[in-house]
């Protein structure tokens, strides 16, 4: 089975205020995690991505945190704003293996 | 300009006909691989190709097949064995940490 999974199917927020979106992973070989955007009917777009030695990485309102003792990881986005609105999948990737992807987050952001 | 490319945007296929979908990235990247994906659902690996001239089946390879006789090409072919052919398919390659990149996908319909 997949060992990369989400808590929250959908997730609705204020635009201005932040947002949250977990992953659970259970391979605690993974060597790094990556979270992705997806708008409907496009590719998934990479956003950010975190090697298994770090515990946090920020990029532009973007921040992902990972707990390897829970086998847990987040994606913190500041400011929400509409353009935000879209499904947000987590992946676990090792450096001789394949991405595994969880189901995804929709991300709704109401004005 | 970079990327990867994956035509058609939308393809249309009668039941018990094959149909051929392309993939081509300009990265450099040695890793490609093809998803699937359904409405409401997350990816589910199809077939992947670490080197030209070598792939594996992923986990829903029944009813597909690919080649990779180039390094920035790796076709998909869905033919009249998969029963349910109807979805969103993306293809990625990777050359690694940091650069794992989806194309636009291809929407296929079976009439």
């Known amino acids: 089975g997949e060992s990369v999974g989400l808590h929250l199917p959908t997730l609705s927020v204020q635009e201005g205020d932040n947002s949250i979106i977990n992953c659970a992973y259970s391979n605690s070989a993974s060597d790094y995690f990556i979270w992705y955007k997806q708008e409907s009917g496009k590719g998934p777009q990479f956003i950010i991505d975190?090697?298994?030695?770090?515990d946090k990485r920020q990029g532009q309102r973007v921040t992902v945190l990972l707990n390897k003792t829970v086998k847990h990881l987040s994606l913190q986005i500041a400011a929400t704003q509409p353009g935000d609105s879209a499904v947000y999948f987590c992946a676990e990737g090792r450096s001789q293996g394949n991405l595994i992807f969880g189901k995804g987050t929709k991300l709704s952001v109401k004005p | 300009d970079g990327g990867i490319t994956q035509s058609p945007k939308y393809l249309f296929r009668k039941e018990g006909q094959n149909v051929t979908l392309s993939c081509e990235q300009n990265?450099?990247?040695?890793?490609m691989y093809w998803y699937r994906q359904d409405p409401g659902q997350g990816l589910r690996l199809i077939y992947y190709s670490q080197i030209v001239n070598d792939f594996q089946k992923g986990d829903i390879a029944e009813g597909y097949s690919v080649s990779r006789e180039k390094k920035e090409s790796f076709p998909l072919t869905v033919t009249s064995a998969q029963k349910n052919p109807t979805a969103f398919y993306l293809c990625?390659?990777?050359?690694?940490?940091?650069?794992?990149?989806f194309g636009p996908g291809t929407r296929l319909t079976v009439l």
């Open positions: 975190i090697r298994s030695n770090m």
């Open positions: 990625a390659s990777t050359g690694g940490f940091n650069e794992q990149f």
């Open positions: 990265l450099n990247h040695d890793a």
